[in-house]
Nanobody, 112 residues
Framework: QVQLVESGGGLVQPGGSLRLSCAAS????????MRWYRQAPGEEREFVAT????????FYSDSVKGRFTISRDDAKNTVDLQMNSLKPEDTAVYYC?????WGKGTLVTVSS
């Protein structure tokens, strides 16, 4: 069965960095685009970034463009999200998504 397991969340100060990782299994990883979404407390889920097969055409929401970088390793079946210059408004649970499958999420808290 499809499994998506996120890791790397935690508490970071404003201006800091975190790197999230998603380990995927149960499907032909290299043949699917991968996405990251997030959900802040009391808010709806929001698109963050996507990356196509072969690492092509990464695309970002306006709110994270220039600060976040999505990447994938098809040999390891992983997709990462490098987050720099973090802001308090980046606080959210971050989810890895493939097709219509979602991981359980990892919490990122940006606070001093």
């Amino acid at each position: 069965q499809v499994q998506l397991v996120e890791s790397g969340g935690g508490l970071v100060q404003p201006g800091g960095s975190l790197r999230l990782s998603c380990a995927a299994s149960g499907f032909a990883f290299s043949t699917y685009a991968m996405r990251w979404y997030r959900q802040a407390p009391g808010e709806e889920r929001e698109f963050v970034a996507t990356i196509d097969t072969g690492g092509r055409e990464p695309f970002y929401s306006d709110s994270v463009k220039g600060r976040f970088t999505i990447s994938r390793d098809d040999a390891k079946n992983t997709v990462d999200l490098q987050m720099n210059s973090l802001k308090p408004e980046d606080t959210a649970v971050y989810y890895c998504v493939a097709m219509n499958y979602w991981g359980k999420g990892t919490l990122v808290t940006v606070s001093s």
